[in-house]
């Protein structure tokens, strides 16, 4: 029973984050991107602030460490990822599809930061292979033209690339401090100081609060991805985090695409292009290369001897 439930809340997970590309390419109809970022968190913010009080002993981050902690969620995980992500996704060429793909990149960044910046990791020569077959796909999916870079969209494509390497930054900082901050109490004051952020980001672009238009549509892209991709999908993946481990959760970047294509076809007449399925492949093929030891031992685990290791 416990096995269909973890499956069925993985699926629901990559439905809710994979539709939230679709969301914010529709959202993005009416209102400025980086304040849209910011108003999604203002709400996400509070709805997980209220969980943290409800779930934890540890509401508020204390000493310098747990703010640090705090810092890096902000400005890399949530205000340079999302700013990036709803910048670039303003471009009509780039798809929910296309922009779910770069960010499945995440987890291959990542890696390779890690091997970069914690002394105790180590990048071999195959896992080398793995980041560049990422960083090939990543070019594959933006159609780069060496006679024009900029054409096609593919500026767009690359700040979503570097949303995703922000992201995958900030994951490696915080392991580098330490810090016992309930998770939940990290995201909660991330998501706030980061919307904080990008309110002045906003502000600095020029972007005006009277250009938002307020009708069914705008409130229903603000409110999914608010309460159900923001406060719902990050319940769910500490939930599984802990049941299943970071090797299956990573996963749900991989599945997460589908959804964002099969949304933007319902929903926005989108339709993925043989250089999306070809940059996915690559991209998840470099996870594969990267991942591979930790695969192994996950795969030993559940289905041969139950040894459990870390990668």
């Known amino acids: 029973m416990t096995r269909y439930r973890n499956v069925g809340l993985f699926v629901v997970l990559a439905a809710v984050w994979g539709s939230a590309f679709m969301a914010i390419k529709a959202g993005l109809e009416f209102f400025p991107p980086v304040l849209f970022a910011a108003l999604r968190y203002d709400v996400a913010g509070v709805v997980m602030l209220a969980y943290?009080?409800?779930?934890?002993?540890?509401?508020?981050?204390?000493?310098r460490a747990e703010w640090t902690e705090v810092a890096i969620g902000a400005v890399f995980l949530i205000a340079a990822y999302h700013a990036l992500l709803f910048i670039g996704e303003t471009d009509p060429t780039v798809t929910s599809a296309a922009a779910a793909v770069t960010v499945s990149l995440s987890p291959v960044l990542t890696t390779g930061f890690a091997r970069l910046l914690l002394p105790s990791e180590r990048l071999t020569p195959l896992g080398v292979v793995g980041l560049l077959l990422g960083l090939v796909g990543v070019a594959v999916l933006s159609e780069l033209d060496p006679s024009n870079l900029l054409a096609g969209g593919t500026v767009a494509k690359l700040l979503i690339f570097g949303a995703a390497a922000a992201f995958a930054l900030g994951s490696v900082l915080t392991r580098r401090?330490?810090?016992e901050l309930p998770i939940e109490t990290m995201e909660a004051w991330s998501m706030l100081l980061g919307a904080g952020l990008m309110h002045v980001a906003s502000v600095g672009l020029g972007e005006r609060p009277g250009a938002?238009?307020?009708?069914?549509?705008?409130?229903?892209?603000?409110?999914?991805?608010?309460?159900?991709?923001?406060?719902?999908?990050?319940?769910?993946?500490?939930?599984?985090?802990a049941r299943l481990g970071p090797i299956e959760i990573n996963l749900v970047s991989y599945v997460a695409p589908v959804f964002a294509a099969l949304s933007g076809w319902a929903f926005l007449s989108e339709v993925p292009t043989p250089s999306t399925v070809g940059g996915f492949a690559l991209i998840f093929l470099g996870f594969v290369l990267l991942k591979r030891g930790a695969i192994r031992r996950e795969l030993r685990y559940r289905f041969g001897d139950g040894a459990r290791a870390t990668d």
């Not at 943290?52 to 000493?63: F, H, V």
């Not at 009708?215 to 999908?233: C, D, F, I, K, T």
Request: glycine letters at 4%; charged letters at 10%; aromatic letters at 12%.
């Open 52 to 63: 943290a009080l409800y779930a934890t002993d540890s509401p508020l981050p204390r000493g």
């Open 177 to 179: 401090v330490d810090s």
């Open 212 to 241: 938002v238009v307020l009708n069914v549509q705008s409130v229903a892209a603000l409110a999914y991805l608010s309460l159900a991709a923001s406060a719902l999908g990050f319940l769910i993946y500490f939930d599984l985090l």
